[in-house]
């Protein structure tokens, strides 16, 4: 992988918490417009290695390289590191006392001095690109379970990010409302977003996914390309884990 083709590089990376370590060492690099699913058992580290990756939880040891500089050293450039990557969460987080379009409106206006207008423009624009335009001046108690995660990515989109990071985005939702969402989600990789999600919805990582990296007990298990990883040629632990969650 040549240096300006990877976007970003997790290095040996460590995680402790008191005395618990979490992370043992992982590695990971993502190519620009690549996108990455993670899966795993219940506390093997998956939100860990995500938060780590923009630096809401700094690594103990190791590091992160986005676009080949080091930003793990110096947590003072963690907010501009945090633009550039936007993240989703189970449960959407959005505002509460804010229409859908001020969600989104205020990270441009706050972060990037966008004029009001401009920004009520790129909301409804990214509005429309989530498929939600009609629902700009709702509040979230008024929407849907994936009307919400919907606007929680568009918010996310605002800033321009350069990875997309989901963490379980559609662990939340009635079963009727998940394909909405990873329909969005499957638009914006193939549109070459770069992405790294943790998801346990197979059918996306087979559709979206050119990676599947598979961790257990703080430690990256299986790194293999969708087709090898689908095809039967994943490590023996992460075929148990694969039929688990299918069946
Ligand atoms: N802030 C924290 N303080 C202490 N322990 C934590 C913290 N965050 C996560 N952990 C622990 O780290 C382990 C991995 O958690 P997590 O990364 O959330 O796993 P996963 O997302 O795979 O379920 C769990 O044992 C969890 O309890
Ligand atoms: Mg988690």
Do not use: W
Not at 46 to 69: A, M
Not at 98 to 122: F, Q, R, T, Y
């Amino acid at each position: 992988m040549s240096a300006e083709e990877k976007i970003l590089e997790l290095v040996d990376v460590y995680k402790t918490f008191d005395d618990l370590t979490v992370l043992k060492g992982c590695n990971l690099r993502v190519k620009k417009k690549e996108t990455v699913v993670l899966i795993g058992p219940s506390g093997s580290g998956k939100s860990t290695l995500l938060r780590c990756i923009n630096l809401l939880e700094p690594p103990s040891k190791g590091s992160v390289v986005f676009e080949g500089h080091e930003v793990s050293g110096d947590l003072r450039g963690a907010d501009k590191l945090r633009r550039d990557i936007g993240m989703v969460f189970q449960n959407f987080e959005l505002f509460q006392h804010l229409s859908a379009v001020e969600n989104i409106m205020l990270a441009p206006m706050k972060v990037l001095g966008m004029s009001k207008a401009d920004a009520h423009d790129l909301g409804l624009e990214l509005l429309r690109k989530v498929h939600i335009p009609e629902r700009a001046d709702h509040f979230p108690d008024e929407l849907s379970g994936g009307q919400q995660q919907r606007v929680a990515i568009a918010r996310a989109l605002a800033m321009r990010p350069k990875i997309m990071l989901y963490d379980e985005p559609t662990s939340a939702l009635d079963p009727e409302m998940i394909r909405e969402v990873l329909d969005v989600m499957t638009e914006l990789s193939n549109e070459g977003m770069t992405t790294v999600c943790v998801t346990h919805e197979m059918g996306f990582a087979r559709r979206a996914a050119d990676r599947i990296v598979f961790m257990e007990d703080g430690c990256i298990l299986e790194d293999a390309a969708t087709e090898e990883f689908f095809g039967g040629r994943a490590n023996e632990r992460a075929q148990k884990f694969l039929s688990q969650i299918l069946h």
